[in-house]
């Protein structure tokens, strides 16, 4: 398989989307002719993987439904319990055993995400060996997004969540898009090793589990002396509200309304 292919690529579709305040399913409101997941699936889809991956959860048999009419074939996953990113990503692994190769980890709710954008995430993470390449983007209004800090060599160190960060961290532009590149077979070591959630849906610290997912890969992957690289989406050449999410029905309207 050459380095620009990947093994999979996995679109992660299972949650509630409630901030959306509609009984249709987040991902299958409608854009220009096309489900929120029917973008995703089409961004995915063009980077040829051997296998396409959706996981899904709330309202799985409509969700799996629409991508199957999408991209029939499509390998279903599916998240009982709605533990945030790394439960979802272990599911995979623990329903397809371990991918050998680049991983890519997308959401179904991101639909002005290309497909040019993801292959350029994938050439850079094969080209450098990386353990995980993260796609980021400098924006003008970071927002809620998780903020990228980097350490004296510019290379990545940690990646902090809005709620979490100091007023200093909050002045950073760039963002954690959410979009990675995951070596397979050290993703599926990572998960097993990686805290996902108790009972109230928290990860060990108190906070959700999609917040303590990466922190978790990240300090796995460094005592590790891996590499990991973040990939600035291609703010250099695209605008960076490729990779923003809908995550509400204003946010869906106005977002819609512009472009």
């Not at 096309?34 to 969700?63: F, W, Y």
């Not at 990386?130 to 060599?153: K, M, Q, W």
């Not at 100091?166 to 077979?185: H, K, L, M, V, W």
Request: overall charge positive; aromatic content about 4%; hydrophobic content about 40%.
């Amino acid at each position: 398989m050459s380095e620009s292919r990947p093994v999979a690529v996995v679109v992660l579709a299972a949650g509630e989307g409630t901030r959306m305040k509609s009984r249709i399913p987040k991902v299958l409101h409608s854009v220009c002719g096309r489900s929120l997941l029917g973008h995703a699936l089409a961004a995915a889809s063009e980077l040829d993987p051997q296998r396409l991956v959706i996981v899904v959860g709330h309202h799985r048999d409509q969700v799996s439904a629409e991508a199957e009419r999408h991209s029939p074939g499509v390998c279903v996953v599916v998240q009982h319990s709605l533990e945030g990113t790394g439960h979802a990503v272990r599911m995979v692994t623990e329903a397809l055993g371990v991918l050998p190769g680049t991983v890519v980890v997308t959401y179904a709710d991101m639909p002005l995400l290309r497909a040019r954008t993801l292959h350029a995430l994938v050439r850079e993470h094969g080209a450098a060996g990386n353990a995980v390449t993260v796609l980021t983007a400098r924006v003008g209004d970071p927002s809620d997004y998780g903020r990228i800090v980097r350490d004296s060599r510019g290379s990545l160190a940690e990646i902090v969540e809005a709620a979490d960060a100091t007023p200093e961290q909050r002045a950073i532009d760039e963002i954690n898009s959410g979009c990675y590149a995951f070596d397979g077979a050290l993703l599926a070591d990572a998960v097993k090793r990686v805290a996902t959630g108790n009972a109230q849906g928290q990860g060990p610290t108190g906070q959700a589990p999609d917040r303590t997912f990466m922190r978790s890969w990240l300090a796995i992957t460094l005592v590790g002396g891996l590499l990991i690289f973040s990939a600035p989406e291609a703010s250099r050449r695209k605008p960076p509200w490729r990779i923003i999410k809908v995550s509400g029905a204003w946010q869906y309207d106005r977002r819609w309304r512009t472009f």
